[in-house]
């Protein structure tokens, strides 16, 4: 049984007090526990981070480049051993994992390019020998509160860039698949981070609440839910952090006649079900634009009858189990309720077959498979709330608006996507479409680390989305320096506003 705790100052600390069980998802057994912090391991978190900040803040540019390349060296190194960590506590598929861990790394290769993205602007002669400049400085100690669908990936979207800014960095992981974070830790200190620059806090909501309230903390960067979102996004600020609070999704792929719908079965497919639907931008509706519908659904019905839904250390298999069985049921509940509410099942995940593991695992993971629920009425709850699990439902559409319309009433805008062959239409959906990311023919279009992730409405609290140039900004305050050496032309007492001369 492993047994998961803090990393604080540069070393495995225990606290004193609650745990929490870590399940393998693909078994349904209990594989360790996990410490969730009291109050006083946070605080001694961000007193280890607050005592590392100024030398860090100090450390040069290049210097803090330097151990950003090595920190990505051994990440690359270690790819398998966190996939096969994500995998074992998550339930995704190694190959899902070993994506995840390389859109992280992305983000650590962003972060390498720290010296240029931190240059400021410089004026001479603002007014007569007198220059400005602008630079950017680190906040301090910030936090990162993420969740259980990316536990590698998503904290990579902050500390690197938190870290690369020269704040110290705390990062509280989900307690559902919180390894990850205690091998990234020591990757990190490998690297030469000094001791105090990354540190862990295991735990669940007071952990969280202590971050919140801390008055040492300077911001928080959080993914998860939209009910904590909103939650940590209030409390934070009410405290005086910036926060930006990344929220729930529910992302529509909209299916123009013109399109190739070969094309468009696959991409929803493997947007639909990779990581068994457990992603912020997983395609889970497709409005399907009249008269492609029964023909699109033909094709999706299809391939799913095609996927393995295994453990996810089997090579063969293409989708692994859900996190917790509490959510298993939860999402297979949308089944029954998508019934009620008019739709039609045509494929139904509760009788999917599970490939390779024991017979006792197949009956006691957490398993869902796809499930493909078509006519969904456009008021439905099914259409409208996160399911976050391997259901995708079909809603016919007359046409392009009311597509659209749909789309832009939702309560979320993280991701969408069009299909189609016609570049007008496409040109005319990125410009009105209110959501913050968009694919054209592309289902889950997830920005390269050189941009920022981030969605609208419901999706995000705050103004900042995640890591590119947005995240430096985020995780640095500006100041502007108006600088004059003294000459002997100097000219005596002037009570007016400074204006230029
Ligand atoms: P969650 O909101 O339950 O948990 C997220 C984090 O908040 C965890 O660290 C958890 O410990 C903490 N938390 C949970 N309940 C809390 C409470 N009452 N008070 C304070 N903290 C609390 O989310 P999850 O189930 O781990 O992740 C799935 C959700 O995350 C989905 O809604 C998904 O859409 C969303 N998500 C969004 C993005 C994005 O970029 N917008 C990315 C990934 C996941």
Request: net charge negative; charged share 20%; glycine share 12%.
């Amino acid at each position: 049984m492993k047994h998961v705790n803090h990393w604080i100052n540069g070393t495995r600390v225990s606290g004193g007090g609650r745990t929490s069980e870590i399940f393998n998802p693909a078994t349904g057994e209990v594989s360790g526990a996990v410490e969730l912090a009291a109050v006083e391991d946070v605080d001694a978190a961000v007193e280890a981070a607050k005592a590392a900040f100024p030398a860090w803040r100090d450390a040069s540019l290049v210097k803090r480049a330097q151990i950003l390349f090595r920190f990505r060296e051994l990440l690359d190194r270690h790819r398998d051993d966190l996939a096969a960590l994500i995998s074992a506590e998550h339930g995704k598929v190694h190959s899902d994992a070993l994506g995840e861990v390389a859109r992280g790394i992305e983000v650590v290769e962003f972060a390498c390019g720290i010296p240029h993205l931190l240059k400021g602007g410089f004026s001479e002669s603002v007014s007569t020998r007198v220059d400005s400049y602008s630079i950017r400085q680190p906040l301090g100690v910030v936090a990162g509160i993420t969740p259980f669908n990316f536990p590698a990936m998503v904290p990579m979207w902050m500390f690197p860039v938190a870290i690369a800014c020269g704040n110290t960095f705390i990062l509280k992981p989900s307690e559902r698949d919180p390894s990850a974070s205690l091998l990234i830790a020591e990757l990190w200190k490998q690297a030469g981070l000094p001791d105090g620059v990354f540190n862990v806090v295991q735990g669940d909501k007071v952990a969280v609440d202590r971050l919140l309230e801390h008055p040492s903390v300077a911001a928080v960067s959080f993914v998860g839910s939209t009910p904590i979102a909103r939650y940590v996004y209030e409390t934070g600020t009410a405290h005086g952090k910036r926060v930006q609070a990344l929220g729930g999704a529910k992302n529509h792929m909209l299916v123009l006649p013109d399109a190739d719908l070969d094309l468009v079965a696959d991409s929803a497919v493997s947007a639909g079900f990779g990581s068994a639907g457990e992603r912020c931008m997983a395609i889970s509706v497709v409005l399907a634009v009249d008269p492609v519908g029964d023909e699109l659904v033909s094709k999706i019905v299809e391939r799913v009858g095609k996927l393995t839904v295994g453990p996810g250390d089997q090579p063969t298999s293409e989708m692994g189990p859900l996190v917790t069985e509490v959510h298993r049921d939860k999402v297979a509940s949308y089944i029954d309720l998508g019934q009620e509410e008019g739709a039609k099942l045509v494929v139904d995940g509760r009788e999917t077959p599970i490939q390779g593991g024991t017979t006792a695992a197949q009956t006691s993971g957490f398993w869902l498979g796809p499930t493909v629920l078509d006519h969904v009425p456009a008021n439905s709850r099914v259409h409208r709330e996160e399911i976050f699990g391997p259901i995708l439902s079909i809603v016919r559409v007359k046409s392009y608006e009311e597509g659209l319309e749909l789309i832009n009433t939702g309560e979320y805008g993280n991701g969408t996507a069009i299909f189609t062959n016609d570049g007008g239409a496409a040109r005319r959906f990125q410009n009105e479409v209110e959501v913050g990311m968009v694919g054209i023919n592309v289902p889950i279009p997830v920005p390269m680390a050189f941009y920022s992730f981030g969605g609208w409405k419901a999706s995000l609290f705050g103004d900042t989305h995640v890591h590119g140039t947005e995240g430096v900004h985020f995780y640095t305050r500006g100041k502007v320096v108006t600088s004059r050496w003294l000459d002997p032309s100097h000219g005596g007492v002037n009570l007016g506003f400074p204006t230029n001369k």
